[in-house]
């Protein structure tokens, strides 16, 4: 991926519990282009207490018949053998399959499975045994930071160092953890000072509800992209009104590799494309009027014309002052070849 925005379609808990509409998801993952398609591994009841109560959002956007997160996350949870048809099918399909792991048992499931990487979500940033476990793996890391600030970051980020993750295998995401979160509330510059801060790579997990953050998160530095995404964002669920559906993620996709390559070098001079124009745009050194052989070059004797294959104008003022070698025409381009040179 050197060069390359790591782009994870985050499927999340958009299936409703159904492997089918699991299956769309990754359909939708790898018709787009995305290089994982991300899913939750959890059990209810190792995540939440029963005195848990839905965020806000979750509220407002999966009702039910209570308030309670236990029985809204229950009806949410993937078994070990959905797990690996889905990354079985994800194989077929040709998209990378990753999920996070919210609870230690979990870790072990997905480490069974073979997942290459693995995510720390904003909600575990501050489980303590949970981050130890996952950089007990020797596998790469990604930190997910909503809701956190420098302080919650460098101390995450000095448990895994302190259980053998080198830098280098650790990327810190920016992240606002409101589903969708409010444009005055992204903070996109904080991604660039989690880097500064920590000399550590970084990237961004968007909950806004277009695809312009994200697009512009590359262009500022970000190497790993994850958005939310669903089939339908009036199905029920908790997070659908804060994802994309699958036209919006496709064109997502294809802006971000459009600014990866519009991003360039960082090597100013002519492109390939342009370096034709360069006769065509510029101008080249004119006479106004015709001149005798023998005569002086004065400056109300020259102006500037288009194309710039003659002599160019930044050479001006050595072409004052010069004796034309033989009768030249008004209008002519000038050469060197033109002049004597005493």
């Not at 950089?135 to 895994?160: F, H, Q, W, Y």
């Not at 997502?252 to 590799?257: L, Q």
Request: charged share 25%; net charge negative; with cysteine.
């Amino acid at each position: 991926m050197e060069n390359k925005t790591l782009i994870i379609a985050e499927a999340g808990v958009n299936h409703n519990g159904d492997l089918d509409l699991a299956k769309q998801l990754v359909d939708v993952a790898a018709s787009a282009g995305a290089d994982f398609v991300k899913f939750q591994t959890f059990t209810a009841e190792k995540l939440v207490s029963p005195a848990a109560v839905k965020a806000a959002y979750q509220q407002k956007n999966f009702s039910g018949q209570d308030n309670s997160q236990l029985n809204m996350l229950k009806k949410l949870e993937l078994d070990e053998a959905k797990h690996q048809v889905l990354m079985n099918y994800a194989r077929e399909r040709g998209v990378a399959f990753l999920s996070t792991a919210f609870d230690l048992e979990s870790v072990d499931l997905l480490n069974d499975l073979g997942i290459p990487l693995f995510k720390i979500p904003s909600g575990e940033m501050t489980n303590l045994p949970l981050i130890q476990k996952i950089g007990r793996l020797a596998k790469p890391v990604i930190l997910s930071t909503g809701m956190c600030n420098l302080g919650d970051i460098e101390a995450a980020l000095e448990a895994l160092y302190n259980v053998g993750v080198a830098k280098k295998n650790i990327t810190v995401l920016h992240c606002n953890t409101q589903y969708p979160t409010p444009m005055n509330d992204v903070n996109l510059k904080a991604m660039q000072t989690i880097a500064q801060a920590f000399d550590v790579a970084v990237g961004y997990s968007d909950h806004t509800t277009g695809i312009e953050v994200p697009i512009a998160a590359v262009a500022l530095g970000a190497t790993v992209i994850e958005k939310h995404f669903t089939l339908d964002r009036n199905l029920p669920g908790p997070d659908h009104k804060a994802s994309l559906e699958p036209a919006e993620l496709i064109d997502m996709v294809r802006s971000i590799r459009n600014i990866e390559k519009a991003l360039g070098s960082s090597i100013k001079q002519p492109s390939e494309s342009e370096k034709p124009n360069i006769q065509v745009a510029r101008k080249s050194i004119h006479l106004v009027a015709d001149k005798r052989e023998g005569e002086l070059i004065q400056d109300h004797d020259l102006v500037m014309l288009r194309p710039g294959d003659g002599i160019s104008p930044m050479q001006y003022e050595s072409v004052l002052g010069l004796r034309v070698l033989k009768d030249l025409p008004a209008g002519h381009k000038l050469a060197w070849k033109d002049f004597k040179y005493e």
